[in-house]
């Protein structure tokens, strides 16, 4: 499962924050990663809604290969995060 908000999440709200302006952060929105997945022999699928996730599941531990659910999130939303790195 990849949580996917079509940004360097890690890079673009701490430099929104520290600095007030991100550069290259931006990635292509929607990226579609299970797509990837299916090119290497895989399967997956994209999910736009949380009630999809659960069926998303049920289907990627149902299909007998590597399986990639591409969870489409908020970019705007910051991912909390600690500076407790020890």
Request: glycine fraction near 10%.
């Amino acid at each position: 499962m990849v949580g996917n908000n079509g940004i360097w999440d890690l890079e673009k709200h701490p430099m929104k924050s520290l600095y007030g302006y991100d550069i290259a952060a931006d990635l292509q929105p929607g990226c579609r990663y299970d797509q990837v997945v299916a090119a290497l022999g895989g399967a997956g699928e994209t999910v736009t809604d949380p009630e999809g996730i659960a069926p998303a599941l049920a289907r990627a531990f149902s299909s007998g290969v590597p399986y990639l659910i591409n969870v489409v999130t908020d970019p705007d939303v910051v991912y909390p995060r600690s500076s407790n790195l020890a």
